[in-house]
């Protein structure tokens, strides 16, 4: 598990660290796991360049900046503010770096010179005490920075916002972050997170004891808590799961998300719905079975058309009311979410994407939202309708977050697994039949909202490695995803 915790958590358990140990000892630390970061980074007669702010990060920076420079790295530094940190600098020049500044609006011709022949930029512009935003001094300079260099963040790339919840804020794109202790929620969630690259995270010998902030699952996560079924094992143990999907229009909505499901191993599937989905579904999954019955999950909602005022639509609407007022854990997808019209009192995962967030969000406060405003300040909208509803809320997108009821005090999942691909008609049905195999055997919304998006993010890659994607093939994925994470030694990246 990655787990990030809160600004004020992480500034709490620096100082705490911070008093028991040499003055500045917690900054060389930082320093020093920057630097190896960097000089495998670059070539030995590559150049160094580190752009530095007014605080700590800054300090980071230049004292990074140093050791590189003993090393026998060609380093120079660029300084955006007027008051960068003494002692760094200080260091920085006894071990011969190249200090230039730069706070003007445009850069000036030092820092130019220096960043046209730079391989490796480091931001040390701002930290965790970041405002959202760039100051345009750290603009005009990152304007330079030539498109072949690699560009190292120090702690979050400068500008982003350190808690992940603008994504407006002009900021550094980096290549690659170095993070000191524990990671931050600027690194895990989606509005920031593509700022970030790949994430290193440095053992300065940090304790943070309180809960997380956010969580994401790694493969050998993903290993532990797939169910696996015992001897002791039967279809009915394993979990049976109720298929509330598609309609006479929508068909393949049934279809996929019923595959899905079989594709994960579920116990047995039971589908409801009209006539034409269900040959369909009788005819491609031989698998399932017809009709309601007992089982331990739904999903209710994909390709449900809430409007379709015909017999066969009514009734199917009537069986998606009843599995929403059973006492069974369900996952409400798509049609369904316009449905839901109180709390659920058994474990429940909603699954919207943006524009049906923004949707159920207007229809339960009377407030007119827009996807753009879900997609600017996703977590405050899924925390908002997880808080309305009592029920998890995962987000789709590129990241998709898992976000439970505020009361919960459970951080918040956020997964990143999957390629652009799967931004494809049906690719949600196949999630939902995923999480409901997983709701199905036990597990809680959280875990089963989480562990879908990473295996259905695999699927897609294994879909078609590089490529594009139908989601039926993602489907048929799943088992070789979910054989693959078993296997996996333990520890393995
Ligand atoms: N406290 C510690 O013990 C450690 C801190 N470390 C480093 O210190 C960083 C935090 O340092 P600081 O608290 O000094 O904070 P920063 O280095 O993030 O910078 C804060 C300064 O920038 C100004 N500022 C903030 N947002 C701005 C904006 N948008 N435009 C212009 N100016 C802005 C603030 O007024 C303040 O003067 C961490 O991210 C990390 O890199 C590491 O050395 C590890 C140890
Ligand atoms: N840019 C993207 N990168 C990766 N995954 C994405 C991206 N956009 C969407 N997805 C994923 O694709 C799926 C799309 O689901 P959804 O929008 O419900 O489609 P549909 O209703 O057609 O099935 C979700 O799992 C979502 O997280
Ligand atoms: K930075």
Known sequence: ????????????????????????????????????????RVARDGHVVVVVGGGNNGGDALYA???LAERGFAVGAVTVSGHPHARGLAAALAAGVEVVESTG????????RLLAAADVVVDGVLGIGGRPGLPPAARAVFDLVPDEAWLVAVDLPSGADPSGQDSSADRVFADETVTFGVAKPVHLLPATESAVGR????????????????QRLTHDDAARMWPVPGPGDD????????????????????LLSVTSAVCAGVGMVRYVGPSTPTALVRAQVPEAVMGPGRVQAWVVGPGLDAEDDS???RAQVA????????????????????????PRAAPTLLTPHAGELARALSRLTGRELTRAQVAGTPVTHARELADRTGCTVLLKGSTTLVVPAGSSRLPIRSQADAPAWLATAGSGDVLAGLAGTLLAAGLSPLDAGSLAALVHGLAGHAANPGGPVRALAVAHGIPGVVAGLLERPPGRA
């Open 105 to 112: 609006e445009s850069a000036t011709p030092e820092g130019a």
């Open 199 to 214: 994430l290193t995270v440095v053992d300065i010998g940090l304790e943070v004891d309180t809960v997380p902030a956010v």
């Open 235 to 254: 279809k009915y143990s394993r979990g049976v799961l109720g298929v509330v999907a598609g309609g006479e229009h929508y068909t393949g909505a049934a």
């Open 65 to 67: 900046a140093a050791r």
């Open 311 to 313: 017999e066969a639509g």
């Open 319 to 342: 069986a998606a009311r009843e599995a929403l007022a059973s006492g069974e854990p369900c996952v409400v997808d798509a049609g369904a979410l316009d449905l839901l019209d109180g």
């Open 1 to 40: 598990m990655i787990d990030a915790y809160a600004v004020d958590d992480v500034r709490a358990a620096e100082e705490a660290a911070m008093s028991a140990l040499p003055e500045g000892e917690l900054m060389q630390r930082a320093a020093a796991g920057l630097a190896e970061v960097v000089a495998v």
